[in-house]
């Protein structure tokens, strides 16, 4: 059974730019959730999303953003890029939204902004 | 905001060596998590904790879940170069959320 899957991998993006990074969920997940990884400040919850409905949304400001599809997979959005949104940016899947629940990270998507 | 403390932040040791890592807050969790990281992949699930008091072992891995749900700890025994990564604790709160420590990076020495 194939893992989650992050595009791309790697990419570099100039400040003010967007960026789209995509997520292709274990199949048959449902629920995804986005995480951001710096040095600074660790593993920090971006969002969730469950059957393209958002269920939880962590701390960060408007110019993130993100949505799923129908298929379930997911993509997230940063808008307006700052130096300080360099990262590695992990999608995790789950087949369902309870605590405790087994969740699955892909490899992520480094994110340099320069 | 519920948070996670590990420590320590950094740990090197030799092989053979036995090592403990902590998980404290002052809030209660439904369930913890312990994960580990490795260089240029995404954390991996070790054990799910759920019960106040719980121990589960996972070869020489032990893992603790405080009897008020608030800290947990995890207890490696005879570490090994393969043990070497960044352990992370994660506690679900009631709305589902999972809030992440800050890590433990563990080096291991041959």
């Known amino acids: 059974k194939a893992g989650v899957t992050q595009t791309p991998r790697y990419l570099i993006k100039t400040r003010g730019q967007q960026v789209t990074l995509s997520c292709s969920p274990i199949?048959?997940?449902?629920?995804v959730s986005w995480y951001q990884q710096t040095p600074g400040q660790g593993l920090q919850f971006l969002f969730e999303?469950?059957?393209?409905?958002?269920?939880n949304k962590g701390n960060f400001p408007g110019r993130f953003s993100g949505r799923q599809f129908s298929n379930s997979r997911s993509e997230m959005n940063v808008s307006t890029l700052e130096l300080g949104d360099s990262a590695l940016y992990l999608c995790?899947?789950?087949?369902?939204?309870?605590?405790?629940?087994?969740?699955?990270f892909g490899e992520g998507s480094w994110l340099t902004v320069v | 905001t519920q948070l996670l403390e590990q420590s320590p932040q950094f740990l090197s040791i030799q092989e053979g060596e036995n090592l403990t890592v902590y998980c404290n807050s002052s809030?209660?969790?439904?369930?913890l998590q312990w994960y580990r990281q490795e260089p240029g992949e995404g954390p991996v699930l070790l054990v799910t904790?759920?019960?106040?008091?719980e121990v589960k072992k996972l070869k020489r891995l032990t893992f603790q879940f405080g009897d008020a749900r608030k800290d947990s700890s995890l207890h490696i025994t005879a570490a090994q170069p393969g043990d070497t990564g960044l352990y992370l604790c994660?506690?679900?709160?009631?709305?589902?959320?999972?809030?992440f420590g800050g890590g433990t990076r563990l080096m291991v020495k041959p």
């Open positions: 999303y469950f059957s393209e409905t958002q269920r």
């Open positions: 995790a899947s789950s087949l369902k939204r309870e605590p405790g629940n087994t969740i699955y």
């Open positions: 809030s209660v969790f439904s369930s």
């Open positions: 199949s048959g997940h449902r629920s």
């Open positions: 994660a506690g679900y709160n009631a709305g589902n959320m999972l809030t």
């Open positions: 904790v759920v019960t106040g008091g």
